[in-house]
DNA sequence: AGATCGGTTCGAACGAAATGGAACTATCTC
DNA sequence: GAGATAGTTCCATTTCGTTCGAACCGATCT
């Protein structure tokens, strides 16, 4: 199997649009998704607003939004970057992000 | 208790992003607003991808979207028409549904 | 009034997702 | 190598959502 540090990504062409809607769907994962649209942070970073977050549930939740291809998760030393995959979802959903995150 | 045939519908200030985003990531209901795009429907009209579902899930459906703010289902006569709420949307969420109906 | 039509609500069964602790893995430091 | 660090995965539990039949309701028609 492959190696564990490099979890597997989907191909945004191959992501449903109900996918993201319901990931995004979520407070928890929308409060990271926008603490992500200012840039990359690792895993211990995001999250602030949630301090007292199981890590597991943490990880679970990171996992949601990786597996809608929101977020890009890649190992860095001991420790793990997550980013958002805003050009790639620009593209394939336009304006679906920033209409998201410009609420309110 | 109130009247059966006025549903209640929250005002569309009161509805969190998350819960509009929860009502659009399922495929059965974004196919109906999808419908619902083009005009008002009543409930027999709409749900035409959808022609052997049952009523009772039809109707759970359709509870779900409006309490979302998504959807207004109003009497008329003995049946029922179903509109989007899209100009109210527009306005407390900005380009929202016309990205998510955009796609594809 | 009674029957029918279009739809909602109730309730139960089922399925899917969230949660969090414990075990595991990889990396870095000493 | 041993220990600490930063995370992921596994598993059990609980919570939440879906599904759909049956009962119900209001409007219409005869």
Chains 1, 2 share one sequence.
Do not use: W, Y
């Amino acid at each position: 199997m492959a190696t564990l540090t490099h979890l597997p990504h989907p191909d945004v062409a191959d992501v449903e649009v109900t996918d993201v809607l319901f990931a995004l769907s979520d407070p928890a994962r929308l409060q990271i998704v926008r603490e992500l649209a200012a840039g990359p942070l690792t895993m211990a970073e995001c999250g602030v607003t949630n301090p007292d977050l199981p890590k597991s549930t943490k990880s679970h939740l990171m996992k949601v939004l990786r597996e809608a291809g929101i977020v890009r998760n890649e190992p860095d030393g001991r420790r793990r970057v997550v980013s958002l995959r805003k050009d790639e979802l620009d593209a394939r959903f336009p304006g679906l992000i920033e209409s998201v995150l410009g609420e309110r």
